[in-house]
Structures are given as structure tokens and as C-alpha cells.
């Protein structure tokens, strides 16, 4: 079986993915089963889904999930391995909204919980 890349997809989605090579580079620890597939699921959304308000907002979820462990702790929190699924639409959009969902409160919470630090 012969697979075809579209370039012209392939150089639009690098344009709009920023963090793209963070993220598919991300050291994985053996047991993170949700990151492992939370990864995989983030590929294969990036490169099959068309609206690119949404693809940029995702690479910046998972650019904070990769880069940040109290993102990545909370998120994991939310999400299971059986919300992971690419191939129904129902659960795709459902993980979507939890993941931006997420984002916005987290976001809301980081401005209020603000840590001052003491000069000594």
C-alpha cells in the first residue's frame, strides 16, 4: 500500500503548529500511558482536522502540558486513555472541549493564585 503526503497540508500545519517539535519530542516516561497516547492523539488531530483556530489553540495546550508539570498533572487528572480516540468523532470533540476547557480555568487559576515572593 502506497501512502501519499500533501505537502502543501504538511508546510500549513508546521505554519500554525509552533510547538509542533516540542511536543513529538517530549521525553515520555515508560508508564505515562495518557501522555504517550495524549501525544499520538495530538499528531494525527494536527494533521487531519482543518480549522486552524483550533489546531493553533491545541499546540499551545499540549506546548504547556509538555512544558509545565502542574498543567500536565491537573490535565491528567481530567482525562483518561479511553477519552483518547481519534477515530470517533464524538470522543475527539469531547476531549478537544475538555482540553480547552481545562486550559481556560487553569489560565483563570494562575492569575489568581498569584505567589509573591520574599526578598530576604
Known amino acids: 500500500m502506497i ?3 500533501d505537502m502543501d497540508n504538511v508546510k500549513k500545519v508546521f505554519g500554525i503548529c ?3 517539535d516540542e511536543i513529538i ?5 515508560e508508564d505515562d500511558l ?12 494536527v494533521f487531519s482536522y482543518k480549522g486552524d483556530d483550533k489546531i493553533k489553540l491545541i499546540d499551545n ?8 508539570y502542574n498543567y500536565r498533572k491537573g490535565l491528567k487528572n481530567i482525562i ?5 480516540d481519534l ?6 470533540n469531547k476531549l478537544i472541549r475538555k482540553i480547552i476547557k481545562y486550559d481556560d ?6 492569575v489568581r493564585n498569584i505567589v509573591v515572593s520574599k526578598w530576604i
Open 3 to 5: 501512502h501519499t503526503i
Open 18 to 20: 509552533n510547538y509542533y
Open 25 to 29: 519530542n517530549y521525553e515520555i516516561e
Open 34 to 45: 495518557i501522555s504517550f497516547n495524549l501525544i499520538d492523539f495530538y499528531k494525527d488531530y
Open 61 to 68: 495546550c499540549m506546548y504547556k502540558y509538555v512544558s509545565d
Open 80 to 84: 483518561n486513555n479511553r477519552d483518547i
Open 87 to 92: 477515530n470517533s468523532y464524538k470522543k475527539t
Open 105 to 110: 480555568n487553569y489560565e483563570d487559576e494562575k
